[in-house]
């Protein structure tokens, strides 16, 4: 099976601007959560998809916004970008969310400038 | 909101020593995840335990599911170069909405 892919890798943007991540979980998985990764720290939960539908969110701002389409690929979107927004993306896939195994992908790297 | 403590923040070792760290809440869980990140990459799975007591082992790691379920535990033994990154905790308490709870990481590094 293929692991979680995310796109773009890399990715460099202006304050201001507004940004879309995309996260193609492992198939057969419904359930993708998003995370925050900043230099030094642990993984702050964003938000988490299943069957289209968001069921768990974490404490960030309005301008943090996902969804996830039918086939279970997600996105997420942050508007109006500050510097602080600089991180590393993760997205992980599990089957069903909760106690099943999260898979992660290579994360997608932002640069706010 | 919820938070796991895990220490140590970090870890200076020599190649071959054992290294021990832990995670500890205050609430009680029903999962312990253990994973491990190597830069630039996203977390893998080392192990998963998933009952009180609970020893499992996957090569050189071992991990333990705290009696208390309050805790759990990772060693490494005859620790090699390739083992240095950063190790994380994951906990899903008792009652949880499908949430998965983080601890901040240990990051490990070998001395030359």
């Known amino acids: 099976k293929a692991g979680v892919t995310q796109t773009p890798r890399y990715l460099i943007k202006t304050r201001g601007q507004q940004v879309t991540l995309s996260c193609s979980p492992i198939?057969?998985?419904?359930?993708v959560s998003w995370y925050q990764q900043t230099p030094g720290q642990g993984l702050q939960f964003l938000f988490e998809?299943?069957?289209?539908?968001?069921?768990n969110k974490g404490n960030f701002p309005g301008r943090f916004s996902g969804r996830q389409f039918s086939n279970s690929r997600s996105e997420m979107n942050v508007s109006t970008l500050e510097l602080g927004d600089s991180a590393l993306y993760l997205c992980?896939?599990?089957?069903?969310?909760?106690?099943?195994?999260?898979?992660f992908g290579p994360g997608t790297r932002l640069l706010v400038l | 909101g919820q938070q796991l403590n895990q220490s140590p923040q970090s870890m200076f070792i020599q190649e071959g020593e054992d290294v021990s760290m832990n995670c500890t809440s205050s609430?009680?869980?029903?999962?312990w995840l253990w994973y491990k990140q190597d830069p630039g990459e996203g977390p893998v799975l080392l192990i998963a335990?998933?009952?009180a007591g609970e020893l499992t082992s996957n090569g050189r790691l071992t991990a333990q599911f705290g009696i208390t379920r309050k805790d759990s535990f990772l060693n490494i033994s005859a620790s090699i170069p390739s083992d240095v990154g950063i190790y994380f905790c994951?906990?899903?308490?008792?009652?949880?909405?499908?949430?998965?709870?983080w601890g901040a990481g240990t990051k490990l590094i070998i001395k030359p």
């Open positions: 335990l998933y009952k």
């Open positions: 992980a896939s599990s089957a069903a969310g909760g106690r099943e195994t999260q898979y």
């Open positions: 198939s057969g998985h419904r359930s």
């Open positions: 998809y299943f069957s289209e539908t968001q069921r």
């Open positions: 609430s009680i869980f029903n999962t």
């Open positions: 994951a906990g899903l308490p008792t009652g949880s909405n499908y949430q998965l709870i």
